[in-house]
């Protein structure tokens, strides 16, 4: 009995830890390059790595992909250590310039993160919020042909009964028929000042004619707009704030230099 406890508390060990039960590839080996090995987990840590590709591929499928490019990869390793790559001029200078590119990309890195605080991105998104002024959105869906007539057409079977999406597969140019929410700002004038003066569940009864064709449009829905949510104007500000900070940064290291430019003839710049 005791034996039988034993062996049921081994095995969900094993199960609540895999790694304890069985080693992926061969050992854990994903395979052997002129004798030189390349470890499953290596390969695992790059994916790990990357949370967007965790999120779309999963590690199976991205293995099957990823093996034939890391085994390619090892093979010019090793051809370039055969070649003394390293030990070429090229590859010296290359190095060099390659050092100086990541100390400028660490140093405005280090300068963004002493500057883009998550105090001062809660404080712009809530003046923004605070400011924000709501407005009138229109979502619209719209068939676009080229001719009046053939617009006219449309309107027509659409009066009878006709299905506005079978009808936009069968004649729009634009295969864009659903516009979703805009402002009346973000169309051309002709189109937006047709499409707000619809109310919901309306079509147009007549073509509208932009610099793009003739329009039949559609208004699905209409509501007064809303300012974003936290989490979706959170990156936006970042990235405002990430580049306000770098230009800081050039500017101050400018102002705090002193530096005299030439033009190609040799004539200074001023």
């Known amino acids: 009995m005791q034996k039988k406890y034993l062996v049921t508390a081994v095995l969900g060990l094993l199960l609540a830890s895999p790694s304890l039960s069985w080693a992926e590839g061969k050992n854990g080996v994903a395979a052997v390059v002129n004798g030189q090995e390349i470890k499953v987990s290596e390969i695992r840590e790059a994916y790990n790595s990357n949370p967007q590709l965790k999120k779309q591929v999963p590690f199976d499928e991205y293995y099957a992909k990823a093996l034939d ?86 309107i027509a079977k659409l009066n009878k009964g006709g299905n506005f999406d079978n009808l936009a597969k069968q004649y729009s140019k634009d295969k864009t028929v659903d516009l979703g929410y805009f402002s009346a700002k973000t169309m051309v004038p002709e189109f937006s000042d047709a499409a707000f003066k619809m109310k919901k569940g309306q079509v147009s009864k007549k073509p509208v004619k932009t610099q793009y064709g003739y329009h039949v449009i559609k208004v699905i829905d209409t509501r007064n707009s809303k300012p974003l949510e936290f989490k979706a104007a959170e990156p936006q500000i970042k990235a405002m704030l990430t580049q306000q900070a770098i230009a800081q940064t050039l500017e101050d290291l400018n102002q705090k230099a002193k530096v005299q430019k030439y033009d190609l003839k040799g004539n200074p710049i001023d």
């Open 69 to 154: 490019i890391v085994v390619s990869g090892k093979l010019v390793d090793q051809a370039a250590e055969k070649d003394k790559i390293t030990q070429t001029n090229e590859y010296k200078k290359q190095l060099e310039l390659a050092k100086k590119e990541l100390a400028q990309k660490v140093y405005i890195e280090k300068q963004v993160k002493n500057n883009v605080k998550d105090s001062e991105v809660k404080k712009l998104y809530d003046d923004y919020k605070a400011k924000f002024v709501p407005e009138k959105e229109v979502n619209a869906k719209h068939i676009l042909v080229d001719d009046e007539t053939t617009a006219k057409e449309i």
